[in-house]
Nanobody, 125 residues
């Protein structure tokens, strides 16, 4: 059974940093691309970042480029999202997701097959 479990979300002040983790089990993690998405209340789920199987390629939404960094440790079956210079508009539930259909950095919700339940990030002004 595939399971993705996010952690690391919390309340932080604007300008602060957080590191989210996504622990994956039930699949060969090294053969899956991973993505982070976020969903704010009343809004659609939106792409944040993605990373290829080996971690050699990453892709970011324009809104987080230069502030967020995605990485992965295939030995630990875990993906990470380092978030710096956080802004109130970054407030959302952050979800990780995996897909084996692409060895790249897919950016659409429909590209991903398995999802975590999410972790809440709240940035106060």
């Amino acid at each position: 059974q595939v399971q993705l479990v996010e952690s690391g979300g919390k309340l932080v002040q604007a300008g602060g940093s957080l590191r989210l983790s996504c622990a994956v089990s039930g699949l060969s993690f090294r053969l899956y691309s991973m993505g982070w998405f976020r969903q704010a209340p009343g809004k659609e789920r939106e792409f944040v970042a993605a990373i290829s199987w080996s971690g050699s390629a990453t892709y970011y939404a324009d809104s987080v480029k230069g502030r967020f960094t995605m990485s992965r440790d295939n030995a630990k079956n875990t993906g990470y999202l380092q978030m710096n210079s956080l802004k109130p508009e970054d407030t959302a539930v952050y979800h990780c997701a995996t897909t084996r259909r692409y060895n790249g950095t897919p950016a659409r919700v429909i590209d991903y097959d398995d999802w975590g339940q999410g972790t809440q990030v709240t940035v106060s002004s």
